[in-house]
C-alpha cells in the first residue's frame, strides 16, 4: 500500500498528460497537489516536514530556472540578429549529398543548437531548413528529433545536468563521466539512424563511415570536456561545435559530382558565431582561471536545514542544498555571454530598432510555462522525498525489479521524459528515487543515474509537447501523431542501447 499510494501523483501526471493531453503546467499542479494530500494523509507529514520540503524546493527550481532562462536569452540574443539564419544557411553549401545534408543540418547542428538553446529550438529552427532542401515536411522533423537526443543532457548549458546533480547531492566530478560516457557512445548510432530516416539503407552504406567519425568527435569532445576538463556546462556545445567543425572536410572528401551552390562568406559566418565563442571564452576564463572563480564564486545561496521527522518515523537528515554560487553559476555566465553578443551584433548592425524589447518579451512568454511547471514538478518532488514517499517507491521498486533494476533504469527516466517533456522534470521527479533504488540493490548509484539522465534525454526529443513545437514549423500541424509513430522506434533502439551498457556496467564493471 505505501508504494501504490506513493506511486499515484507520478501515475496522475502520466495519465493526465498522455491520456487526457493536459499541458505540463496543469498536469503538475494536479501532481504537485496529490503528492501534499497523500504525505500528510498517510505519510505523516507535519508542518516542519512541509515547510522545509517547499523551501528546498525553491532553492532547487531556483538554481535550475536560472540556466534555463539564460540559456534561452542567449539563443535569442543570436537569433534576433539572424546569426542562427546564417550558420544554417552556410551548412547546404557543403555538400550536395542529401545524406549528409541531413547529418549537417539535422544532427550537427541540431546538437549545437541543442548545447546552448533547447527547450525545441533544434527541431524548431533546422526542420524549415530541411523542408527547403527537398526533404519531405515529415522526414524534415523527424530527422532532428532523432539528431539531438545524445545532447540533451550536458546541452542548454547542462540545465538538466545540474538538476540531477540538485536532486541527488552528487556532485559534477562523481556524476559525469557515465553520464558523459553512454550520451557519448549514444551519439554513434544517432548517425546511422539519421541517415536511415533521411536516405534508408542506402544512405546508411553510403556515409556509415562519415557518420562514425563526427559522432565520435562530438560525443569524445563532450565527454573530454563534461567528464575530464570539468566544464559540464558547455559538454553538449562544445561536441556539437567540434562536430561542426569536422563536418566541413568530411563533407566535401570523397564526394563525386558538383558541389552546392555558392561558396561561404566567411565575415558574416564568423559574425554569427561570435557569441558562441565569446560564451567558450568566459566559461573557461571564469571556471579555470582560479583567481576569478574565487573572487566570483564568494557570493553564494547556502542554507543550512535541520533534520525532519515525519509522525511515521522517517527521517530527512540535516544538511545544506547545493550552493548556488551568483556570479560564477551557468546561468551567470551565459547572461554575461549574452550582454557580450548583445553588444557585437549591434555594432555589426544585424539588429533593427526595438530588438531589445523582443528579446526580452519573447523570452519571458517563452520561459514562463515551463518555469512554472518545473517548479511544480520540483516541489512535488521535494514534498515526495521530505515525507517518506520516496523511500517507499525505492522499496518497492527494488522488490519487484530486483537484480533486473539496470535495465529498467533508463526505461525510467524515458518515461519521466515522456510524460513530462523535459529531461530536467524527468531528472527532478526520479533522481532520487533511482539514486535510492540503486542503494537498496547495491548498484553503484553514478551509474544508474547515468542511466535515468541518458535515457531522459533520448525520449525527451518524442515527448507530445516537442513535436508539437517541431510539427509546427515544418507544416506539419495536426499531423504530430505521424511524427510520433516516424520517431518512437528509433528512440526505443537508443533507450534499449543506453539499457544495454548500463546493464554492462553495472553487472560486468562494478560486478
Known sequence: MPTILASAPI????????????????????????????????FGADADVLAYAHAKALLLSLDVLYIIWAAFLLYRVADEAGAIRTIGAALPRLTADKGMQAMLIGWVFASFLQGTGGFGVPVAVTAPLLVGLGFSPLTAVVIPTIGHGWAVTFGSLGSSFNALMSATGMDAATLSPWAALFLGLAALPTGWMVLHAADGWAGVRRLAGKALVIGAVMGGVQYLVAAIGGLWNIGAFAGGLAGLVVSVPLARWGEAGPKSGKGIAAKPLLVALSAYLVLIILTAVILLVPPIKNTLGQIAVKIQFPETVTRLGHITPAGTNKPIRVFTHAGAILLYASLAAYAIYLRAGLYTPGAGRRIVSSTVRKMMTSSLSIAEMVAMALVMQQSGMTEALARGLANSVGAAFPVVAPWIGAVGAFMTGSNTNSNVVFAALQMRTAELLGYAAPVILAAQTAGAALASVVAPTKVVVGASTAGMDGKEGLVMRAVIGYIGLLVLFVSLLTAFAAWIWYG
Open 11 to 42: 501515475l496522475l501526471i502520466l495519465v493526465l498528460m498522455v491520456g487526457f493531453r493536459w499541458g505540463a503546467a496543469r498536469a503538475g499542479a494536479a501532481g504537485y497537489l496529490s503528492a501534499l494530500a497523500i504525505a500528510i494523509a498517510f
